[in-house]
């Protein structure tokens, strides 16, 4: 990262370096990846660019609930969306790796009221998501991942 700038404020090519280096990580580990990501469930998405139509990688949190995978939005409280939400919504055809398990889902964004409904679960499963949407009045999307 560069001097003190919030990882979510960093340009795309510092985002992009951390993103292939953690994703170095879960694949010489079978999909553990340590130090802030650290016990929580991580995946990797792979989306086509909106604009570029080139793949983009991104690991990400994943939150299985009632055997339903979701990822979420939250760009650290930012006030903007990530890439990767911007993305899947031009494009919801993606592959997402789990482990050493890899395979192609479509996304299905939540409603508002889906969103609503679902994010204390989220926040149960990994506390500091609560803080993320704390620090912003955008609501964080979520995505349900299905399998096709």
Known sequence: ?????????????VINEFNDGIAREFHANGGDVGGQFAGVPILLL??????????RLNPLAYFDIDETIYIVGSFGGADKDPAWVHNLRANPHAHIDIGTDGYDVAAHE???????????????????????????????????LRRT
């Open 1 to 13: 990262m560069t001097d003190d700038t919030p990882f979510n404020e960093q340009p795309a090519a």
């Open 46 to 55: 792979t989306n086509t660019g909106a604009k570029s139509g080139q793949k």
């Open 110 to 144: 939540l409603s508002l009221d889906e969103r609503d409904a679902l994010y204390p679960k989220v926040v149960e499963q990994v506390p500091v998501f609560a803080e993320y949407q704390e620090k912003t009045a955008r609501p964080i999307p979520i995505f349900e």
